[in-house]
Nanobody
Framework: QVQLVESGGRLEQAGGSLRLSCVAS????????MAWFRQAPGKERECVGT????????YYTDSAKGRFTISRDGAKNTVYLQMNNLKPEDTAVYYC??????????????????WGQGTQVTVSS
């Protein structure tokens, strides 16, 4: 099994920046394709972006393009989500997710077998 633990969420002002972290344990990190999802109150969980097993491929959904960056550090078994120019509509619980089934998972949550507990990001206007 894989355990994923997110951290870094907090209250931030619009226009500010946050970096979320997700530490993986329980399986070789290099075998996991990773992704970040978010879920706002009353809305479905949506993918923010994905990163391949060795970090050479990334994908961002329209809401994240140009503002968010996903990266990973194999030495620390950690995947990051750098979020810049935050907007109130970025307010959500952010989850990291992992899969060993794909070199890079898609934006569909069913591609991922392992999930963290989530970290709350609140952006004030």
């Amino acid at each position: 099994q894989v355990q994923l633990v997110e951290s870094g969420g907090r209250l931030e002002q619009a226009g500010g920046s946050l970096r979320l972290s997700c530490v993986a344990s329980g399986r070789t990190f290099s075998m996991l394709a990773m992704a970040w999802f978010r879920q706002a109150p009353g809305k479905e969980r949506e993918c923010v972006g994905t990163i391949s097993r060795n970090g050479d491929l990334t994908y961002y959904t329209d809401s994240a393009k140009g503002r968010f960056t996903i990266s990973r550090d194999g030495a620390k078994n950690t995947v990051y989500l750098q979020m810049n120019n935050l907007k109130p509509e970025d307010t959500a619980v952010y989850y990291c997710a992992g899969t060993s089934r794909y070199y890079r998972g898609g934006v569909d949550a069913t591609h991922y077998d392992f999930w963290g507990q989530g970290t709350q990001v609140t952006v004030s206007s």
